[in-house]
């Protein structure tokens, strides 16, 4: 990819360097962004200027992420008011839990930096073991937890790997949309966009509950020389 540094704007080097850093995070993998094309597309000379002012690169992604995160977290926080403030436990319930969740990132798809940052979480989110808003967002938990008594009778170690992937599912729905041109054959618009998206993910927490073992008779075996 070539890099073209950006206009020089009246703003300090710490913001030029988040910038090209919202860039290239939400083209690469974080491990793959070098401090070369950073300073370059900043405009900064001093190759030092990522340490002196993140600590290190995986800083500069560190500080990008809660800068929009601060953001989101404020929407969370007015949507779960409104959509999980009581005990509910339904599948409606479940759907408003979502929703509290994902319309925060939603809303960041109106802008291009926003855009950028929701490629950036859904590189993060492939990360193993990453699931970042808990440690940003804290009233995310009354979501959860509205989503957890809603399925009583899916086994503990089930519902967690529901929620690691439909957030992935989600995360990854939205970083889709952001590469989706504007006049793409059967786009849909944004609010039917979301809310298909959301029935999607409210849909698949419902999903059966696979018995321990089981595997359907008609279903060719996986051929693997080791499987999970």
């Known amino acids: 990819m070539s890099i073209h540094p950006l206009s020089v704007e009246p703003d300090s080097a710490r913001e030029r360097l988040m910038r090209a850093g919202e860039t290239l995070f939400a083209d ?3 491990n793959g962004v070098r401090l070369r094309e950073l300073n370059t597309l900043a405009g900064v000379r001093n190759d030092s200027a990522v340490h002196y002012y993140f600590g290190s690169r995986e ?3 560190e500080q990008i ?3 929009h995160m601060a953001d989101v977290r404020q929407r969370v926080d007015e949507c779960t008011q409104q959509l ?3 005990d509910q436990s339904s599948p409606a319930a ?3 839990a979502i929703a509290a969740l994902s319309i925060p990132y939603a809303e960041k798809l109106s802008s291009e930096r926003g855009r950028r940052f929701i490629q950036i979480m859904a590189r993060v989110y492939e ?3 990453s699931m970042p808003e808990f440690r940003y967002i804290p009233s995310s938990a009354s979501a959860m937890n509205q989503i957890r008594r809603s399925l009583p009778n899916v086994p503990p170690d089930v519902l967690d790997e529901r929620v690691r992937l439909i957030t992935k599912f989600v995360i990854a729905a939205f970083a889709a949309r952001t590469r989706m041109p504007a006049d793409a054959p059967g786009r849909l618009d944004l609010n039917s966009f979301i809310v298909n998206l959301l029935d999607m993910a409210t849909a698949a927490y419902f999903a059966v509950v696979p018995e321990p073992g089981h595997w359907p008779e008609n279903w060719p075996r996986v051929h693997a ?4």
């Open 225 to 228: 020389e080791t499987l999970d």
């Open 59 to 61: 800083g500069l992604l």
């Open 28 to 30: 690469n993998r974080p």
């Open 84 to 86: 999980c403030s009581g």
């Open 65 to 67: 992420v809660a800068a």
């Open 94 to 96: 479940v759907r408003d």
């Open 127 to 129: 990360e193993p073991g």
